[in-house]
Nanobody, 121 residues
Framework: QVQLVESGGGLVQPGGSLRLSCAAS????????MGWYRQAPGKQRELVAS???????NYLDSVKGRFTISRDNAKNTMYLQMNSLKPEDTAVYYC???????????????WGQGTQVTVSS
């Protein structure tokens, strides 16, 4: 199986920064696309940022210029550097990965358990 574990969430004041990490472990042959999603109370889950194995990235318009997604393929780990945080960034952040396991010719999508980010003074 494959596990995704997020860390790095917490409480931060507006204008502050946080760095989220997502570590993948298990029977991993290859990780294709990875992404960060978030879900605020009463709202649908939305894609915040994504990165493919080659390094190309995409961002939600509202976080462009403030958030940076990256990955360390050797460590099977993805990061989200969040700067200039705003109260509207408050949400549970989930990591997501498209993973091909050893011995399989196809990939599956896996989710982490989520980490809370609260931006408040």
């Amino acid at each position: 199986q494959v596990q995704l574990v997020e860390s790095g969430g917490g409480l931060v004041q507006p204008g502050g920064s946080l760095r989220l990490s997502c570590a993948a472990s298990g029977s991993i042959f290859r990780i294709n696309a990875m992404g960060w999603y978030r879900q605020a109370p009463g709202k649908q889950r939305e894609l915040v940022a994504s990165i493919i194995s080659g390094g190309n990235t995409n961002y939600l318009d509202s976080v462009k210029g403030r958030f940076t997604i990256s990955r360390d393929n050797a460590k099977n780990t993805m990061y989200l550097q969040m700067n200039s945080l705003k109260p509207e960034d408050t949400a549970v952040y989930y990591c997501n990965a498209d993973v091909q396991r050893f011995g399989l010719s196809y990939s599956n999508t896996y989710w982490g358990q989520g980490t809370q980010v609260t931006v408040s003074s």
